[in-house]
Every structure is written in C-alpha cells, then in structure tokens.
C-alpha cells in the first residue's frame, strides 16, 4: 500500500551528510511538497575521507553541501551538524550529552514521524547513531513513529511492516540533491565506491517502483 503524506514536523537523523539523500532524498522533496516542516540531524563532517584537506576546510564544504541539497529537495536548509568523530559516535554522544539536548529539542518540535538508518547498517556510524536516536527516543518516551531506511544492500533488515513512498514525482529533485555532494565524488576519495553504490541506490529504487506499480519508490521499516 502507498503512502499519502499529511502536513507534519519530520525529524531526519544521518550519520554522514548524503546518507538520507541516498536512502530517502525522494520523500524528503515529498514532505516538502506537502508542506511540512524536515528538520535534519547530520552526526559527523567525514573528515576522514578527506585526509588530504584540513578538518575546519571540509567541515564547512560539508555544511554547504547539505544546505544545498535540502534547498534542492524544497526546504529551507534545516540542517544541523552534530559534530561526531568517525567511528567515535558513542562517547562523543556522550561526552557532548547528546541525549539530554536532542529530547528537549524533539520534545519541543513534536516530530509525528523520525527517519534513521537501520540499527544493522553494515557502516559501523550508521549503525552506531541509529542506536543512540533509539535509546534517546525510549528514555525520554517519545511518542513520533520511527522508520529505518537503508543506505547500503543489507540482508538482515527487520521483518516489520514496511513504509513504502511513490516518489515518482520527486525523483529529479532527489537526483538535483545528489548533485550538491561534489566533495563525495573525488578522485583521491572513493568516487569508485560512490559511483557504484549511486547506482544501486537508483536500481533499487526502481526495482521497488516496478514491484509496486509505479516508476520510483523509498522504502522504510517500522522500529517504533
């Protein structure tokens, strides 16, 4: 069964900054277009995969990234950087008392619907933010629906009732977001490894279009 979007407050949480704009960058443009509010939650710069540019210098391509592919999708670039070190998230998440800060924030904006990867994400950061989003959520008894997306092929997704999301009207404002990450495709980076899972990412949401009748679709499984 296809979705239909009502007006809300979406809260989207990402490990690095074009993780959802891989996963679900179509539904974001379609919760703009439906008017509602997207709030982002990015947890680390990836300085790592940058190791030949300063950290303050990557940082800030970072952050205008991000911006500019929220803008592309139709919303206002609400994005926020949460400063995480690469495979440090838990005591940096700790140490900055993420919890605390990041309840009160959701408390205050009363999501109806949080997006994060999958707790067995096969990136370590991936797996590692959508834990900690989760504990927090528990612990501070919050009441949005929580849905998991996937940004890499993973076999061991949970066997729960699956969010699906035409996006066939919004998938060129996916591609154009896709387009604002140029520091993710570098000769001296991983442009071989993007370009290939980039291409997956568009064959799969495909597939799931045509398995639903329709050109394109995301799709999402339910944790809370």
């Known amino acids: ?3 239909t979007l009502d007006m809300a ?3 989207v ?3 690095h900054n074009d993780d959802h704009a891989l996963a679900m960058g179509g539904t974001i443009a379609k919760h703009y277009k439906a008017k509602d509010e997207v709030y ?3 947890g680390s710069f990836g300085e790592m995969s940058h ?3 300063k950290p303050e210098v990557i940082r800030k391509v970072r952050v205008k990234e991000a911006q500019r592919a929220d803008r592309a999708y139709g919303g206002t670039a609400k994005v926020q950087f949460l400063g995480l070190r690469e495979l440090k998230f838990p005591e940096d998440w700790e140490r900055k008392r993420l919890t605390t800060q990041i309840a009160k924030r959701l408390k205050k904006l009363k999501p109806s619907k949080l997006y994060l990867p999958g707790e067995n994400e096969m990136h370590p950061d991936h797996a590692a933010i959508a834990k900690l989003v989760l504990s927090m959520y528990d612990e501070a008894g919050l009441k949005a629906d929580v849905y998991a997306y996937y940004t890499y092929p993973n076999l061991r997704r949970p066997r729960k009732v699956k969010l699906i999301v035409d ?3 919004t998938y060129r404002k ?3 977001g896709l387009r604002a990450y140029k520091s993710q495709i570098h000769i001296f980076t991983h442009a071989i490894s993007n370009n290939m899972l ?3 990412i568009l064959i799969r949401d495909w597939l799931h279009g045509f398995l639903n009748g329709t050109r394109f679709t995301e799709t999402f499984y339910k944790l809370r």
Do not use: G
């Open 174 to 176: 996916k591609l154009d």
């Open 51 to 53: 190791p030949h540019y």
């Open 1 to 3: 069964m296809l979705l």
């Open 40 to 42: 982002t939650f990015i």
């Open 13 to 15: 949480f990402a490990a």
């Open 9 to 11: 407050t979406i809260v």
């Open 198 to 200: 980039y291409v997956y």
């Open 167 to 169: 996006v066939s009207n």
